[in-house]
């Protein structure tokens, strides 16, 4: 089975490859990965704790466990590895760590180096990622390993019959810290009794998020004595349903929208869809301020400030509910925003929980959108008592870092 893992690995290398000749997050998933191993001279006699992230969502979501780690342990280095370009180049600079790079193509001999080169005293992977030759490298080092915010779910190859040999990387890891109860029965199905139920790291994370916001008086101009929805990582057809909207509404809100993709290619589309009504943000910022804002959309082009938005509005659109999933919520639910999202949400706990705590809204089509919006937008007292009931569900969920600090270094 090794073999065909191997192989595997080998295969999705030469296909990101090929495809690096014309995608360039393809050919930064490629580039950042040469000579990784002379690109930090590390000092052995320093301790040092490995974390690791898939991409920008996961670093976000362990960032106060990194930060706790760093005012506990400030004597001990942090190394961090991205999986993702969207990721590491967002996060290269990262104060929390001391030496940031991608995780090399999972190989035998890269564990083998990569241990040796940076020999860490413990090693932290975020969620998922489960890589055989690291954690048999991690493994035969006696380097303790722990998967935090963790996350199960009965159709993983995991626990299926033919799963054995996913079972075995499962089976280096020192102890998990699960999400939620679900999770912690899977695992004990299959014979691994060492979790905690830890609760999710998010929620520490956009709690933060919320206490330390950064302010943008230029959003804050653009709102005026208005009411405001932000739309947060929005795709083509959450944007089509929203701008239906837009155009159908009578009232004076006003729309942000903070597209997931921010390509010149796909600004000018969302642009040609509202039909002249907009501003983009670089755009404003360069506008003389004396000149008043009549746009009814704004259009953020830049990466970095959905998560303090929130901030500013009163009712909160994630997108991705069309695609593959839905982006975060919890980064609105932190500001008390009823948030609003497409049909597929059902891998996100906390967007089923919202939904349970009237605080999260499903739609499928226009007409729930606009249903859903008439009754938030005519209502202020519901609106409120929706948006109240996101906060709690953060507030009351907090803690994960805590424990996972208590149980490591604490035991």
Request: hydrophobic share 40%; aromatic share 16%; charged share 20%.
């Amino acid at each position: 089975m090794f073999t065909i893992y191997f192989f595997g690995i080998k295969f999705y290398n030469f296909l990101v490859w090929i495809f690096s000749f014309f995608n360039k997050k393809a050919e930064k998933w490629i580039s950042g990965r040469k000579n990784w191993k002379n690109k930090f001279n590390p000092d052995l006699t320093k301790k040092r704790i490995w974390f690791h992230f898939a991409s920008l969502g996961e670093f976000e979501q362990g960032k106060p466990l990194l930060q706790a780690i760093k005012n506990q342990f400030p004597e001990k280095e942090v190394l961090i590895t991205f999986f993702s370009p969207s990721g590491y180049e967002v996060r290269k600079n990262s104060p929390l760590g001391d030496m940031i790079l991608y995780l090399p193509l999972d190989t035998p001999k890269n564990a083998k180096d990569f241990i040796e080169i940076f020999r860490p005293e413990m090693a932290i992977f975020n969620k998922y990622e489960y890589w055989y030759c690291f954690f048999k490298a991690l493994n035969h080092h006696q380097i303790p390993l722990y998967i935090t915010s963790s996350i199960f779910r009965p159709h993983q190859i995991f626990f299926k019959w033919y799963g054995g040999f996913n079972r075995k990387i499962l089976s280096y890891v020192t102890y998990f810290y699960v999400q939620n109860e679900e999770s912690g029965k899977l695992l004990e199905g299959i014979g691994l009794k060492n979790y905690t139920l830890s609760g999710d790291t998010r929620f520490d994370s956009v709690l933060d998020l919320a206490k330390n916001r950064k302010d943008f008086p230029l959003i804050e101009k653009f709102k005026g004595s208005n009411k405001l929805l932000i739309a947060g990582s929005t795709w083509p057809q959450d944007e089509e349903l929203l701008v239906k909207y837009i155009k159908a509404s009578h009232h004076n809100w006003k729309f942000v929208f903070a597209p997931h993709e921010i390509s010149e290619a796909k600004l000018i589309d969302l642009e040609k869809m509202i039909g002249g009504d907009s501003i983009r943000y670089s755009v404003l910022k360069e506008r003389d301020p004396l000149i008043k804002i009549s746009e009814k959309v704004l259009i953020i082009n830049n990466i970095g400030m959905l998560s303090s938005l929130y901030h500013y509005g009163e009712i909160a659109y994630i997108g991705g509910g069309f695609g593959s999933g839905i982006h975060n919520t919890l980064e609105a639910a932190a500001w008390g925003l009823p948030i609003i999202f497409g049909p597929k949400y059902h891998k996100f706990q906390e967007a089923k929980d919202l939904i349970k705590k009237n605080a999260g809204f499903s739609i499928t089509d226009f007409e729930q959108l606009s249903s859903v919006l008439e009754q938030l937008v005519n209502d202020t007292v519901y609106l409120t008592q929706c948006g109240n009931s996101a906060k709690n569900y953060v507030e009351r969920n907090t803690g994960a870092t805590a424990t996972i600090m208590n149980s490591i270094f604490n035991p």
